[in-house]
């Protein structure tokens, strides 16, 4: 198994430009009982997109192969589809193993 790993100290990761179709982002992750994981999407040169930033980001707990990401304000994936962007995934005691787009 490959993974993106935090341990207790908070660890970024952030894609490079890409552009994707659907309206969900789903993640296969797994943290601890303490850990989390959170996501915010960027415009191609790194400026948080509104509805999308990291603050409105509800975070994922727990262990599951397919986990839907979730933003306040019931934010609408599908209305940036199409643009390039990039992902930030802000996580602590954390094991992220893949993310995909789904309609």
């Known amino acids: 198994f490959i993974s993106v790993h935090t341990g207790s100290n908070q ?10 179709a659907g309206k969900e982002l ?3 992750v797994s943290t601890s009982a303490v850990g989390s994981l959170r996501v915010e999407i960027q415009d191609a040169d790194g400026t948080p997109i509104s509805g999308f930033a990291l603050s409105e980001s509800t975070p994922v707990y727990g262990d599951s192969i397919d986990r839907t990401v ?7 994936l599908q209305s940036i589809a199409g643009q390039a962007v990039r992902l930030r995934f802000v996580m602590q005691e954390c094991d992220l193993y893949s993310f995909r787009f789904q309609n």
Do not use: V
């Open 26 to 28: 789903h993640l296969n």
């Open 70 to 76: 979730r933003w306040s304000d019931d934010a609408k």
């Open 11 to 20: 660890g970024e990761l952030i894609t490079k430009p890409l552009t994707f």
